[in-house]
């Protein structure tokens, strides 16, 4: 299948290379230079690439990009015709993936909004499960490619759904990840072995394989970006936004991100949002590792 990709960032990369392993013709690109993908032809512009492609598959950092790439001076919608398909997996809101949406298909053009978890090695492995919403035809349709970057696709319904979906499991990690690096900054403040203390976790009710991969990360002190902290700032912000739209409350989420998010530092942004931990750590005085 010809397919365009756009956006080689830590997730869209090793997606468009397992695509190329998968034996499709695909042409990439990314905005900022300097990234190819081996096997993959590379485009300047996104029109450029997405010109003939079947499938034009879009993994970037935010509603802005996925609009600039879409409808931009050098965006896809100058070459979208009847019978392309558009899937963004990136994770934005869904009010935004529904408005994208009906620009997409106005064109006669599909649209699916499939954005992932897994995170960098997931991705990397081919192990990335797909949040998806759209046309059912169209979403099978798409199975085979699914199947180059992922082990499990769960649909959700129509368009802007797998979004909300996503923006309910991030959320639930954003909180999750707090309770435990609040509980590890109080352990070692009252004296606990942090090792020992992973013992009892792991042979525990609240162990998980998130506790499991985040604790490893503070113990040591370092936090290579599996997912970045910017990111997961980015879609806390989300779910505040769809709160709002939807009247929910999120008065936990609320305080996480004024008392913790805001308070990351620069330095912090591009590593895991694991880091958020030495913002608790700065305020109790203490260190990783």
Request: charged residues 20%.
């Amino acid at each position: 299948m010809k397919i365009a990709f756009l956006g080689l960032g830590i997730m869209g990369r090793p997606m468009a290379s397992n695509l190329v392993k998968a034996g499709n013709e695909v042409t990439v690109w990314n905005r900022t230079p300097g990234k190819t993908v081996a096997g993959a032809r590379l485009a300047a512009t996104p029109a450029e690439a997405a010109k003939g492609a079947g499938v034009v598959w879009l993994c970037v950092s935010d509603a802005k990009a996925v609009e600039a790439i879409l409808f931009g001076p050098e965006g896809i919608d100058s070459v979208l015709r009847a019978g392309m398909t558009v899937v963004d997996s990136s994770t934005i809101a869904p009010a935004d993936s529904r408005r994208f949406a009906q620009r997409i298909t106005a064109k006669g053009a599909a649209f699916v909004d499939a954005p992932v978890t897994g995170g960098k090695t997931g991705s990397e492995a081919a192990q990335l499960v797909f949040i998806v919403g759209g046309p059912a035809a169209t979403v099978e349709s798409l199975q085979p490619l699914f199947g180059a970057m992922g082990k499990k696709v769960i649909y959700f319904g129509e368009t802007g759904m797998g979004q909300a979906a996503k923006l309910g499991m991030n959320l639930m990690a954003a909180l999750y990840y707090e309770a435990f690096a609040e509980a590890f900054t109080l352990i070692r403040k009252l004296g606990v072995g942090a090792g020992k203390w992973m013992e009892l976790i792991r042979a525990s009710g609240v162990h998980s394989a998130l506790v499991d991969t985040k604790a490893r990360m503070a113990l040591a002190g370092e936090f290579p970006p599996n997912f970045p902290l910017r990111l997961m700032h980015k879609d806390i912000r989300l779910m505040l936004q769809a709160a709002r739209e939807s009247g929910a409350k999120l008065p936990v989420l609320e305080r996480l991100e004024q008392e913790i998010y805001q308070q990351a530092g620069a330095e912090q942004q591009n590593l895991d949002f694991a880091a958020t931990v030495l913002v608790l750590e700065k305020l109790a005085g203490t260190k990783s590792a």
